[in-house]
């Protein structure tokens, strides 16, 4: 379901801003503005602090103890996961599996289920929006089994050309593998209809919510997708954290992933037999410290509110998208309509290359990040190499929209 930001409280930035100590500094004697938030986010105090709390009282191997250490230790990183199945919408903890991250995740459902389910001529569904982390696992899979890979376009305007869904669903599709909010354009995917769509074609659907969770929340229990995958490190979180969630009778049906410690039930000479889901999928020791740090950022965003943190966002969208429309030679991609994209704008400068706007910005202290975004094939449907792009989050002011406007008209008298 799209989350509507219409409404919603706002935020006291200010406030917010001192839970971010990073925010505070100089960078090249000007003070720093990040808006690099699509690739990571900061971290408040209250996450780094929690991990700090880990290492300094708690800190043992999770599961394997019978001493205090242990125990305190396996049950931070047990209620942590059931702080994440909450902000999920209340999905059974049992369906969260830790991973390092979206990448991890994805790879997981490509190579356990993808591997255990798809013969030759089977297809995958994916669309020309996808992050690398969503299409490269399918290709290595698809080259193992002999499945094929088949296309959703894009429209100009950045979104997904839906009016092709139902002729691309064939008997054949196994899986649709979407992202939820597009990293490079801003588009945020109408899943829930998606979903309907795919379900009545016979196939499952995978989301990738490495934005969507960061951005505008989630609620698994009426979003429609069988898996979802997100990262930590993009809501405030630690990086080499996240997770899967997938139904439960998807998960138990898949065979392990990666093998070795915890993962197991019983060890033969030739065979093992294995533990139920989640452990199922957590071979070795796991990123306890993450978890910790991961559960105290869904906490933190909890009490603020995803509404309030998407309107938010979108306010900066909008008002960051009509600043730019001012600007000669601005060609600014994704949705016109700020209501159907999260805070990323992606655009180019006249002839100034992406990485000339970069260097020119950061030397004003400006992060944002100039590229591809893992987005190869976005890049291709519009006929660039690479774009500009500024990302917002919570901590963002439209003052800091202001210094990355005076610091584009200073690239553009450069490449004037
Ligand atoms: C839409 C999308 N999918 C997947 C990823 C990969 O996430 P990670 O590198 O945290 O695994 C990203 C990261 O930028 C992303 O934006």
Redesign the pocket.
Same mark, same amino acid.
């Given at each position: 379901m799209l989350e509507t930001a219409a409404g919603a409280t706002p935020l006291d930035v200010e406030r917010l801003r001192r839970d971010f100590p990073v925010l505070d500094q100089e960078v090249n004697g000007r003070p720093l503005v990040y808006l690099d938030n699509?690739?990571t986010s900061q971290k408040p105090v209250q996450v780094i602090e929690a991990i700090e709390a880990y290492y300094r009282s708690d800190n043992a191997n999770v599961h394997r103890g019978i001493h205090e250490l242990s125990r305190r230790a396996t049950e931070l990183y047990e209620g942590a996961r059931k702080t994440v199945a909450r902000y999920l919408g209340g999905v059974d903890p049992e369906e969260v599996i830790w991973t390092r991250? !979206?990448?991890e995740a994805i790879n997981l459902v490509a190579a356990s289920w993808g591997g255990a389910n798809l013969t030759e001529g089977d297809e995958i569904l994916l669309s020309v929006m996808e992050?690398h982390?969503?299409l490269v696992p399918w290709q290595l899979v698809a080259e193992r089994t002999g499945a094929q890979l088949r296309y959703l376009e894009l429209n100009d305007d950045g979104t997904l050309r839906l009016d092709d869904l139902d002729g691309l669903l064939g008997e054949r599709t196994r899986i649709v593998a979407l !992202?939820q909010v597009s990293?490079s354009l801003g588009t945020i995917n109408p899943i829930t209809e998606i979903a309907r769509r795919v379900h009545d074609a016979g196939a499952l659907l995978l989301v990738?919510g490495?934005?969507g969770a960061a951005h505008h929340g989630v609620d698994l229990t009426s979003l429609g997708a069988d898996f979802y995958a997100f990262?930590g490190?993009?809501m405030c979180g630690p990086t080499g954290v996240?997770a899967l969630w997938g139904r439960r009778e998807l998960l138990e049906s898949m065979p392990p992933w990666q093998g070795g410690g915890e993962m197991i039930s019983l060890v033969e000479r030739d065979h093992s037999t294995y533990a139920p889901i989640p452990h199922k999928f957590e071979a070795g020791t796991p990123n306890i410290a993450g978890a910790v740090g991961l559960a105290a950022a869904v906490e933190y965003l909890e009490q603020i509110g995803p509404a309030a943190i998407l309107a938010h966002e979108q306010d900066l969208t909008r008002y960051a998208m009509e600043r730019l429309q001012t600007l000669p030679a601005i060609r600014v991609f994704g949705p016109e309509d700020p209501s159907m994209r999260a805070g990323v704008v992606s655009f180019v400068l006249g002839d100034a290359h992406p990485h000339d706007i970069s260097t020119i910005l950061d030397s004003e202290g400006i992060a944002i990040r100039a590229g591809h975004h893992?987005t190869q094939l976005v890049m291709k449907h519009y006929g660039v190499s690479a774009t500009a792009r500024a990302s917002f989050y919570l901590y963002n002011t439209r003052d800091e929209v202001d210094r990355l406007m005076d610091g584009l008209a200073t690239v553009h008298s450069i490449f004037a």
């Open positions: 699509a690739a991250g !979206t990448t992050h982390s969503n !992202t990293n990738d490495a934005q990262s490190h993009k996240g893992c």
